[in-house]
Nanobody, 124 residues
Framework: QVQLVESGGGSVQAGGSLRLSCAASGRTNRVYAIGWFRQAPGKEREGVSAIVTSDGGTLYADSIKGRFTISSDNAQNTVYLEMNNLRPEDTAIYYC?????????????????WGQGTQVTVDS
């Protein structure tokens, strides 16, 4: 099993920045990719970004390109999501998920493990 714990959420003003962390523990050798997803109130969960931890390949949703950056510290088993120029529409619960497949995807069924989420609120 793999456990994921997100941290770094909070409340910021529009234009501000936050850095989310996703710390993995357990059988992390089975994890090949980490994805970040978010769910806003009244909306379906959507993919935000993903990274293949072995080669650093990345995937970004169009809505956050140029503002968010995903990175991986394999020694710490941690993936980060640096979020800049935040907008009110970025307000959501952010989840990280781990996949045992070597792929970049926003398909939720491709991910085997999920964290509990961290709240991000952006005030206008």
């Amino acid at each position: 099993q793999v456990q994921l714990v997100e941290s770094g959420g909070g409340s910021v003003q529009a234009g501000g920045s936050l850095r989310l962390s996703c710390a993995a523990s357990g059988r992390t050798n089975r994890v090949y990719a980490i994805g970040w997803f978010r769910q806003a109130p009244g909306k379906e969960r959507e993919g935000v970004s993903a990274i293949v931890t072995s080669d650093g390949g990345t995937l970004y949703a169009d809505s956050i390109k140029g503002r968010f950056t995903i990175s991986s510290d394999n020694a710490q088993n941690t993936v980060y999501l640096e979020m800049n120029n935040l907008r009110p529409e970025d307000t959501a619960i952010y989840y990280c998920a781990a996949s045992e497949e070597l792929l970049l995807s926003f398909e939720e069924y491709e991910y085997n493990y999920w964290g509990q989420g961290t709240q991000v609120t952006v005030d206008s």
